[in-house]
């Protein structure tokens, strides 16, 4: 006749659970929400092209706009950029987002 399998071991039931979005966080977001809505309302939809024919060229392989609008913090948080400060953001379509996180260097050149 066969052993008794062992007893599954204990799990300890005193952690606390992981919060799905922290205090700090959820503080920011009405902020980031105040944010979005006054640059959507100020470049009136992407500025990407704009940017483009203010440095005099618009390459021929350049996507054009499609999807949705985002609005995009072309600073890192960790140089001392607020993503809740209207006059740091800028609109972009899904294409160009992607575009500018695809290529860095055009997008700095164009102060994205």
């Not at 105040?34 to 996507?63: Q, S, Y």
């Not at 609005?71 to 960790?78: N, Q």
Request: aromatic share 4%; net charge positive; with cysteine.
């Amino acid at each position: 006749m066969p052993a008794d399998p062992k007893p599954a071991p204990r799990v300890k039931k005193n952690r606390k659970s992981l919060k799905a979005v922290s205090d700090k966080r959820r503080a920011r977001i009405p902020a980031r929400e105040e944010c979005v809505r006054i640059v959507l309302a100020r470049d009136g939809g992407c500025v990407f092209p704009k940017r483009w024919v203010e440095a005099g060229n618009w390459p021929t392989n350049m996507p054009p706009c499609w999807g949705q609008l985002d609005v995009h913090e072309p600073g890192h948080r960790s140089q001392g950029a607020d993503p809740t400060d209207p006059d740091q953001c800028v609109t972009l379509c899904r294409a160009h987002h992607d575009l500018v996180h695809n290529l860095p260097v055009t997008a700095k050149d164009l102060g994205l």
